[in-house]
């Protein structure tokens, strides 16, 4: 019979709800859990295609040492013999784990435990760096926790959010959906984005402050002058529950509104607009994101605006307060356990002694580490000059993520042991491993999650684990019991560490710390594997709560909120040979560095390969033109090659790429590589919104486009970018022609033979080939070169290896690259819910759908996750405005 497992989406922060449907021969579907608190029912694109991504194709299916087949003993006695040696030899420092917010909380205690408290180290840390660390850092500077006041629910009860640095609609689109809905049913709720580029997140913003980088303080320092100016400070609030206002008020003047002006881009009109608005509106929630964090200055631009919360003591009440939107689905739960190497478990402090004490006692733990250990940029430098000697990485792609990346590439390279723990073969990472460990992946492991809300959730298995692979925390409670640690490792399953965990979190604890899920510490198998979401705290004998410091208490010592002084900035000189600024970041249908989402070719259909957004008046300057390639340098002489998107919504003097490429899918893309490793002094966490660049249009001598139902292999270009599309591959490349001719190429990139029918079209003096190869009345590949871009109907294209073609009409459609008139061509995809695309949009359009609730209504497109919506109303306001011409 067919059953249902509620389980919780594995993308980002928000924490979706899932239902997982499988029936008897094996299919899986989902679809939106309707009583989890977070989406009520709703999925975005990511989610809704999560049965899409369920193959084996990569897998990574049983242990590998140097590439050869092992058993599990081999490789767990090899990996516990490597960490006793070099530890024995080199000090516990020599070793190290790099783990991700992807982990189950489960995953993640039994790491940290077996590091901090079994080997000795704090060299844990995780891609959460890369994420959150600002975040952790301003909140214990201000709160003296690491804790996120308020809750969902705060977005749909305020009177004015804020987004800062936060794409939601891309980001967290479930969630930015619910803001869409609250807007529309109360029109006096006023929206404001605040952002370098004009995001679909602007599409239902009042007012869009296109802020230079990191103009973020000197932003809110200058609010912050003006509410002590302009009669916006709580004195009451301020007076009894926080300190430090003097000192923020006297950093905040050190700009008056004209050097504001000069920080931010902004006009002094649009400043004033903002100001009042915020000063006029109690109930106010700013949410922020990357935008903020990913700086050199993250933790003052938490803590700038986090003051001018505290100095309305708007914080802690229905409807206001600061929200940091969390990037990845256990990015919350990795700070519970004390995930990076700065922390202790249950939100303890490593530097506290008493902290380090209790950790010790409570896990009966042989030493405990005493200092922080090295963050994500310093750990792989230490990795690179040999004070690390053995580092295992699990659930993530630091080769393809983090800054200079080419740098921790060789980093890994010349590491004498490196162990792998995921769930494919072939990330840039696993390549590296002298030890590759088959993990388990979504829907085949079990345990719990915490989203940004504080809401831990269960993720829960429906389907058998494939081959030998093993969930995260039995791989490392394995190896603790083979580094003579038996009894701390022994768990039978999740539900053990989960109440361990609980337990932790509640010992000697007494309303001292903000994390208590005490009242979960006793629970059975059963009552785990039925647990609702819950959010924290939920001490023993209480209920659980869902806004923190109403009461005007905080974790300090004092019990009171710290306003802390920061500083703007200073604007740094031009450099004329790289004069953009790279802005790196998400897209909408992708996720990290697509090991799961770049399997469903729904969600490689909106965009299928890497690009660069740039203004169109830079493009002009620099001879760039639509859909042309562009190669993009930095001071150090790297360099990526991309396709140019020329758009108005990128501020000038800034460019957009992606982070997803990487050297399976598009090797010249991995932007990263471009990103020095500067980081924030305090949090550690990289800059990865600020790289100095230069950009060129790249000329190679041929353009090419080609699908096919085999992945190609052999591809000499400078430039490739490969997606899934239905029934097999998309490729768009370029460079120099392949020296014996396309045909040849073709034939051997897709291993054709005998059974396989070629036929095209060539006009050598233009350069322009076409082919044709099928097998029967199928088709096999259709490639098509040019000496510029390819113009080709791309969707219709792909959409043609599914087709049959018996007749020669069908395939000389095919040869012209398009569908002959009257017949259906999609365009290129908006909505990838539904598969809907822009051709579709216009015709819809011109058939009387001028709404994007009508085209809604006529087509669906827009009616799920909502992420395309912004996308269909852009493409109505173009055809008004040409109509009206």
Not at 98 to 121: H, P
Not at 457 to 463: E, G, I, M, P, Y
Not at 643 to 648: G, K, M, Q, S, V
Request: hydrophobic share 40%; aromatic share 8%.
């Amino acid at each position: 019979m067919p059953h249902d497992v509620k389980t919780t989406c594995p993308y980002c922060g928000v924490g979706c709800g899932v239902i997982a449907r499988v029936e008897e021969d094996g299919r899986v579907s989902v679809k939106g859990d309707p009583e989890h608190p977070a989406n009520f029912g709703r999925l975005c694109s990511k989610g809704s295609a999560l049965a899409e991504t369920l193959d084996l194709d990569g897998r990574a299916l049983y242990p590998e040492v140097g590439g050869v087949r092992k058993s599990w003993d081999e490789a767990l006695e090899l990996v516990a013999w490597s960490f006793r040696q070099t530890i024995a030899e080199h000090g516990p420092d020599a070793v190290a784990f790099y783990i991700s917010g992807q982990m189950l909380t489960e995953d993640y205690y039994v790491a940290n435990k077996l590091m901090k408290g079994f080997i000795g180290s704090a060299n844990i840390d995780t891609n959460s760096r890369l994420c959150m660390a600002s975040s952790v850092a301003g909140h214990r500077r201000a709160f003296g926790s690491d804790t996120v006041p308020g809750c969902y629910e705060d977005l749909e009860l305020a009177d004015l959010v804020v987004l800062v640095g936060s794409n939601m609609a891309w980001c967290h689109p479930v969630l930015y959906q619910r803001l869409a809905a609250a807007k529309a049913s109360r029109p006096m709720m006023k929206v404001v984005v605040i952002d370098p580029r004009r995001t679909a997140s602007s599409d239902i913003a009042d007012m869009h402050l296109q802020l230079l980088p990191d103009g973020d303080v000197a932003l809110f320092n200058g609010l912050l002058s003006y509410l002590a100016e302009n009669g916006g400070v709580d004195e009451e609030f301020v007076g009894n529950h926080t300190s430090g206002i003097g000192e923020a008020l006297v950093a905040a003047g050190r700009l008056d509104m004209t050097e504001i002006t000069e920080a931010t881009g902004l006009s002094s009109l649009a400043l004033r607009q903002f100001f009042r608005l915020f000063r006029d509106r109690e109930r106010v929630v700013t949410c922020y994101s990357q935008g903020v964090n990913q700086s050199a200055s993250g933790t003052d631009k938490v803590n700038a605006i986090i003051n001018c919360h505290l100095a309305t003591g708007r914080i802690g009440r229905p409807g206001m307060g600061p929200f940091s939107l969390t990037g990845q689905p256990n990015a919350m739960g990795g700070r519970e356990v004390g995930g990076l190497a700065n922390m202790l478990a249950a939100h303890m402090a490593i530097e506290d002694p008493e902290h380090r004490d209790l950790v010790k006692r409570f896990w009966n733990a042989p030493t405990m580490a005493d200092k922080p250990g090295l963050k994500a940029v310093d750990m792989f430098k230490a990795v690179a000059d040999g004070r690390i000697k053995a580092i295992w990485i699990m659930s993530t792609n630091p080769v393809v993520s983090m800054p200079d990346a080419n740098f921790v590439r060789g980093a890994l390279q010349s590491c004498p042991f490196v162990v792998v723990s995921d769930i494919q073969t072939n990330t840039d990472t696993a390549r590296l491993a002298h030890v590759l460990l088959p993990a388990a992946g979504w829907g085949e492991k079990s345990g719990s999650v915490t989203n940004s809300e504080r809401r831990i959730s269960r993720q829960r298995a429906f389907l058998a684990t494939p081959g030998e692979a093993q969930p995260d925390w039995r791989q490392l409670a394995e190896v603790g019991k083979r580094m003579g640690f038996t009894s701390a490792f022994d768990y039978a399953s999740p539900s053990a560490i989960f109440l361990e965990h609980a337990a932790l979190s509640a010992f000697e604890n007494g309303e001292k710390r903000d994390f208590d899920i005490g009242a979960y510490a006793d629970i059975d198998e059963q009552a785990y594997e039925s647990l609702a979401p819950f959010q924290w705290p939920c001490p023993k004998n209480e209920q659980p709560r869902a806004r923190f410091f109403a009461d005007g208490r905080f974790f300090t010592a004092d019990g009171k909120a710290r306003l802390t002084p920061v500083h703007a900035a200073a604007r740094k000189e031009l450099d004329h040979r790289h004069p953009f600024t790279l802005n790196t970041g998400r897209i909408r249908d992708q996720w990290h560095t697509m090991t799961r989402t770049g399997k469903s070719p729904r969600l490689s259909a909106h965009i299928a390969e890497p690009f660069c957004e740039i203004h169109p008046l830079d493009a002009r300057n620099h001879d760039i033109g639509d859909a042309d390639l562009v190669s993009v340098h930095n001071a150090g002489g790297v360099s990526i090659i991309v396709r140019a998107l020329i758009t108005d919504r990128q501020i000038r003097g800034s460019v957009f790429v992606p982070m997803h490429w990487t050297g399976e899918t598009a090797p010249s893309a991995r932007v990263d590589s471009l990103v020095p490793s500067h980081v924030d002094p305090i949090s550690g966490q990289p800059a990865l919104k600020m790289a100095r660049v230069s950009v060129s249009r790249y000329r190679p001598e041929a353009y090419g486009f080609l699908v096919s139902s085999r992945r190609p292999i052999d591809l000499p270009f400078s430039y490739w970018a490969i997606a899934k599309t239905q029934g097999g591959y998309r490729l768009e490349f370029a460079g120099d022609p392949p020296a014996d001719g396309w045909e040849a190429w073709l034939r051997q990139t897709l291993r054709l033979n005998g059974n396989h029918d070629l036929s095209g079209y060539h006009d050598r003096q233009a350069g322009d080939h076409r082919l044709l190869a099928f097998e029967g009345e199928q088709l096999a590949a259709a490639l098509f070169t040019a000496p510029g871009p390819v113009e080709v109907s791309r969707q219709w294209v792909a959409g043609q290896l599914t087709e049959r073609h018996a007749d020669f009409h069908a395939r000389s459609m095919l040869i012209a690259g398009r569908p002959t008139a009257g017949t259906p061509d999609k365009g290129a995809i908006v909505c990838s819910c539904f598969s809907v695309g822009v051709n579709e949009i216009h015709a819809a359009a011109q058939d009387g759908c001028r709404s994007v609730e009508a085209i809604g209504a006529a087509l669906n497109a827009g009616t799920n996750c909502g992420s395309c919506r912004p996308d269909i109303r852009r493409i109505l306001d173009a055809i008004h405005i040409l109509a009206a011409e």
